[in-house]
Every structure is written in structure tokens, then in C-alpha cells.
């Protein structure tokens, strides 16, 4: 049987509005660690986050979980944001299967590389949360899909979305090289970057950069 025929077989189409269930999971999981005392916040963010000495344990369910967990009001509102105003489009586009393949595969991935760097440096009590790296990824998807659409930054600076995605970038990089950016986990938009361009073009046989540049 061929492999590429398998890894580029296409899902029916359909659009079954996932991004709202995925918002309102990540929301739900919020507002339980918020209402229910410190002690189940505790524990939630325990068992959900991961943890690179808990995943050595052989807690890798946290590779998916992660996702859905947030450090603050701040963090899962602009992540929330963020993905209703690209998932959205780029669940029509893609379709909802195609979707949530992308966007928990990609997540799952820059949870598995910011393990192996949190494990190379010694750094194995760290708590990941948060949905930048899948995030990341569908913004790379929007762009890719809709090279020519263009964002506007804090609703005032106009940004054409290969720009935006290029900006984001440079702007993680900084951050990585500098060691700047507190806690945010830097290295792990980055792999949603890096993951998401690899989904194009080992899923769909696209190079993202001909897309980006207006060269398809």
C-alpha cells in the first residue's frame, strides 16, 4: 500500500463549528480551576500541565491536555481570541476533521519538542500550559490559506498575514536568543511554527513559502 496515499488521503468535508467547542473546553477547564478552591486548581494543574519529571513518569497524556490549560485571565483570553478570529476561517478551509487533526497534532508536537529541550537542559519541573504552539500554527494556516488578508495589530497597525507570521517569528526568536519574554514559553510557538509548515507539506504536498510569497 502506499504511504503517501495514506498520509495524504483527504477527510470528507465538513464544517461542524470544532473552534467553539475548543474555546468553550479551554474556557470550562479555566473557570473550574478558578471556582472550585485552590486545592482542585492544585491538582488540575498537576495532572493537566506538563511536566517533564511527570512525563518521564509516563504521564504523556499531558502532551494533549497541556492545550487546554492557563496560567491567567490574560493568557487564555488572548489565546481564545486569537483562535476565533483565525480557526474559524481556517475550519472552513480546511474542513473540521482536517482541523482538528492540524491543530492538535501540531499542539501535541510543540509539547513533545519543548519537552526534549526542557529534558536536554535540565529544566524538568517546569509547568507547560497554554495553546500558543497549536495556536501559532493555525495563524501559520491562515496565512498560508489567505496570503494576501490583512490583520490588523491591537485593531490599529495593518499587517499582511505572511508579515504578521514573519513578525511573530522574528519577535520569538528575540525572545529565545535573549532570553527575554519572562515566562512564556517561546520555544514552543516556535515549534507550532515549525510543525505547522511540516503539516502542509508533508499532508498536503505544499511549500508554505511559495504560498506566503504569492509564488503558488
Known amino acids: 500500500m502506499n504511504v503517501n496515499n495514506i498520509i495524504r488521503r483527504q477527510f470528507r468535508y465538513a464544517d461542524l463549528k470544532l473552534v467553539y467547542w475548543l474555546i468553550g473546553i479551554n474556557l470550562v477547564v479555566f473557570l473550574l480551576t478558578r471556582v472550585l478552591g485552590q486545592e482542585v486548581r492544585y491538582r488540575m494543574t498537576l495532572y493537566l500541565s506538563m511536566v517533564p519529571a511527570a ?15 492557563h496560567a491567567d485571565f490574560g493568557h487564555v483570553f488572548f ?3 486569537g ?3 483565525f480557526g474559524i476561517q481556517i475550519e472552513k478551509q480546511m474542513g473540521s476533521k482536517e482541523f482538528l487533526l492540524y491543530y492538535l497534532l501540531t499542539g501535541a508536537l510543540s ?9 536536554l537542559t535540565g529544566n524538568l519541573v517546569v509547568f507547560l500550559v497554554g495553546a500558543s504552539g497549536a495556536l501559532y500554527a493555525v495563524q501559520l494556516a491562515f496565512a498560508i490559506y489567505n496570503p494576501t488578508a490583512v490583520i490588523y495589530i491591537w485593531g490599529v497597525l495593518p499587517l499582511r498575514a505572511p ?5 511573530f517569528t522574528v519577535l520569538s526568536l528575540f525572545f529565545v536568543v535573549t ?3 519572562g ?5 514552543t510557538h516556535l515549534a507550532g511554527f515549525g510543525f505547522g509548515w511540516l503539516y502542509f507539506m508533508v499532508r498536503f504536498g505544499v511549500n508554505p513559502w511559495k504560498r ?3 509564488r503558488y
Not at 509539547?111 to 529534558?119: A, H, L, R, T
Open 79 to 81: 489565546n481564545m481570541f
Open 83 to 85: 483562535l476565533f478570529i
Open 163 to 167: 508579515v504578521m507570521v514573519l513578525a
Open 111 to 119: 509539547g513533545v519538542f519543548s519537552f526534549f529541550v526542557y529534558y
Open 55 to 69: 512525563v518521564l513518569q509516563g504521564w504523556v497524556w499531558s502532551f494533549i491536555t497541556y492545550m487546554f490549560m
Open 179 to 181: 532570553g527575554g519574554g
Open 212 to 214: 506566503l510569497t504569492g
Open 183 to 187: 515566562n512564556v514559553a517561546h520555544l
